[in-house]
Structure formats: C-alpha cells, structure tokens
C-alpha cells in the first residue's frame, strides 16, 4: 500500500516506500526510501503564485479605476455665467440621486479594494491559502453587484442627459452643461472598467481555488 | 506505514465527508436556478408588456406609455430575457453536476458565465431603477417632471417588474459562492 502525502496539514512527511509495495507501479527504486517533503508546496504553487500576483494587479487597476471615478463625480460642479427667471443653471452630482449613489458606492469599492489588498498579499505569500481566497471571492461578487448597479444607474441618466426623452418630455441637458456631461460620461467609463475588473478578479479567485 | 495509511485513511474520509456535501450543495444550486428563471422572465414579461392609454388628449403631451419609449426598459427586457435564456441552458451543467460532484473544469466555466450574466442582470436592472426612480420623483434641477401622477399603472407595472429582476441578482449571488465552496473542497 502506497501512502499518499498530504501538502497541506504536514509540512514535512516522510514516505517510506517498502520494497514489497513497489510492484513496478513506481519508478522508485526497490529498496526502502525516505524522502521529505518540505520542498513540495512551493514547487506546487508555482502557478497559483502566479495568479495571485495578477490577481493583485488587477485589484490596483480596479482601486484606481473606482478611485477616478469617485473623484471626477465628485468634482463635477458646473456653473453656467448667465441666469433667467425660470432656470437653474448650476449642476452638481448631488442634483441627482443616481449620481450620489454612485459616488457612495464608488468610494465604497475603493475603500474594500484597499482592505483586500493584505489578503491578495496573503494568497501570494501562501499559494494554498483557501480561505482567504474564498472570502475574497465572495467579497469581491458582491462587490461586483454593486459596483454595476452603481455604473448602469449613472449610466442611464447620463444617457438621458445626452439624448433627452421626447415621449416623457425630458430635455437634455447636456446641450448647456458640457463640461458637467464629459465629467459624468468618463467617471461613467471609468466605473464599468473597474466592474470587468472584478468580474475577472472572481474569476482568477475561482480558478486558483482549485485543489490539486 | 502505519502513519501512512492513517493519512490515506484521513483523506478518504474527506473524500467522502465532502461528496454527499457537494451533491447537497448541486442539488440547491439547480433549485435556486429554477427560481432564477421564474424570477428573471417574470420581470421580462411584466416589463415587455406594458401599454397603457389615458384616455383622454391634449395637443403637448403624450398619454401612451410604452416600455420602447425609454430605451432603458428596452434594455431591461432584453437583459432579462438573455439570463432567463442562459440559466435554461445552464440547468443542463447543474445536472451534470449534481452527478459527477468532482467536476472542477465545468464548475469554473459555470462560475465564468454566472459572473458575466450578473453583471448584465445588475446592469438592466439598475439602469432600469434609476429611470423608474426618475418617474416617480421627478427631478427639478433638470426640469424632468414624474411622469407617474398620470400613468398610475404604467409606474406599477414597471415597479413592480423590477423586484424580480433584484431577486435574481440576490439568487446569482448565492450561485456563484456555492460554486466556489464546491470548488475549495475536494
């Protein structure tokens, strides 16, 4: 009978194959051999190191894509320099609630993407690491809801701002405030980039999951 | 060898500890497709069939109301209609793997598509709230009237299509973590 070995609750595990045992079934030599282990874990890893490591950067890209966009939507404010009776003519992002979710929610990605950083950290440092990568994983799907719930809601209003709507006689704004509409398209671009983002980085989390 | 066939021991026993687990977790996560599927087309349907005619005219404003009329819906509509689509064909996997719990390849394409599909599901529905929001609310910096203080049905109707919609984003979440807990085990 031919013991396996287990990686992952033993470090260090000696296999002593017995000269009965080795029926030709193995290229091990006949007589008994003692062999450890140690070195077996870090050899095994090699790829998954490696999907740690560009799970890492994809967690910067996306950290930075939501930090742009936090930014640029929080810094829109527009004032247009003549003024009549009838109009408003100041646009910022809390004049609509989408765009204050998104702000909200951006910042809030940004901030998880910054906390997950030590353990993307973690899953490099120690390949086989399943739980920090399960919780990462499950973190980053919710995440992912939100982050896209955030994008298509801007989204929408931001296309209603460049097109307007005939059949509910809403007017696009976008024809005065210029500067506020290019503001909100890219913090817009800027948020569905860091929403791929995470739908690869649940991705990498699932593949590297897998145990060999 | 006796150390050694203690571990082998070990290892079966999580072998078999984690399969009937894994069935376990299979068979909820085809049920809670199942439910996916009602959810998603109820939201398309709902949505796709709106039409409601005031019956009554002025010379400025419309009284018909449509889901083509903001393209938003429209999208909405398609994007439930595409994961309805897509958890049918899914259900085929989830069989698959309800019988063979070890199947690691096919559980990350599952994963994959599963991702994919809740973004676009968050995308229409989303997009779909922010625009239903706007016709209740109105909003008076853009000079955008609620549109909803004259089509009262038309609002329901749409109100209404979103919750299944936001269910089958709650039940794509639970799929993909499933799928990942099935994955970490062997």
């Known amino acids: 009978m031919e013991p396996s070995h287990s990686t992952k609750s033993n470090p260090e595990t000696a296999i002593l194959i017995d000269s009965k045992s080795a029926k030709g079934k193995s290229t ?17 890893g090699g790829w998954k190191r490696g999907v740690a490591i560009f799970d890492f950067i994809l967690r910067l890209c996306a950290l930075i894509a939501t930090l742009t966009a936090t930014i ?46 030590p353990f993307s950290i973690v899953c490099i440092v120690r390949p086989h690491a399943a739980g920090a990568r399960l919780a990462l994983l499950i973190f980053d799907t919710m995440l992912l809801a939100f982050t896209t719930a955030a994008a298509a809601s801007a989204a929408a209003i931001v296309y209603l701002a ?8 809403w007017l ?11 503001r909100v398209s890219g913090a817009v671009v800027a948020s569905f980039i860091a929403a791929v983002t995470f739908v690869f980085l649940v991705v990498l989390s699932a593949v590297a ?3 060999r | ?16 500890a984690s399969g009937p687990v894994n069935r376990g977790a299979a068979v909820v996560d085809f049920f809670l497709r199942v439910f996916a599927i009602i959810a998603t087309l109820g939201s398309a349907i709902a949505m796709g069939t709106t039409n409601e005619t005031l019956p009554f005219f002025t010379q400025f404003i419309r009284f018909r109301a449509k889901y083509t009329d903001l393209p938003m819906f429209t ?17 085929a996997l989830s069989i698959f793997h309800i019988m063979r719990s070890r199947a690691h390849a096919s559980r990350i394409v599952l994963i994959f598509f599963d991702a994919g599909m809740l973004a676009l599901l968050t995308a229409g529905a989303s997009a779909a709230a922010a625009i239903v929001y706007l ?3 109105g909003n008076s910096r853009a000079n955008w009237i609620a549109i909803c203080q004259q089509f009262n049905s038309f609002c329901e109707r749409i109100s209404g299509s979103l919750i299944g919609s936001f269910g089958g984003i709650l039940i794509f979440v639970v799929l993909i973590l499933l799928s990942a807990v099935a994955l970490s085990r062997r």
């Open chain 2, 1 to 16: 060898m006796r150390s050694g066939a203690l571990e082998m021991g070990s290892e079966v026993a999580k072998g078999a």
């Open chain 1, 28 to 44: 091990a030599a006949p007589a008994a051999i003692t062999a450890t282990t140690k070195a077996t874990p870090y050899r095994k």
């Open chain 1, 209 to 211: 999951l897998r145990r």
């Open chain 2, 135 to 137: 016709a209740h609310k």
């Open chain 1, 72 to 117: 640029t939507m929080g810094t829109t404010d527009q004032t247009l320099p003549f003024f009549t009776q009838f109009f408003q003519f100041q646009a910022s992002y809390d004049d609509l609630p989408a765009f204050s979710y998104f702000v909200v929610a951006n910042a809030i990605a940004s901030g998880y993407l910054v906390l997950s950083l």
């Open chain 2, 75 to 91: 999208f909405f509509v398609v994007a439930n209609s595409v994961v309805s689509a897509y958890l049918v064909l899914s259900l």
């Open chain 1, 172 to 182: 696009a704004i976008c024809q005065q405030y210029t500067d506020f509409c290019q």
């Open chain 1, 162 to 169: 460049h097109n307007g709507n005939q059949n509910a006689n």
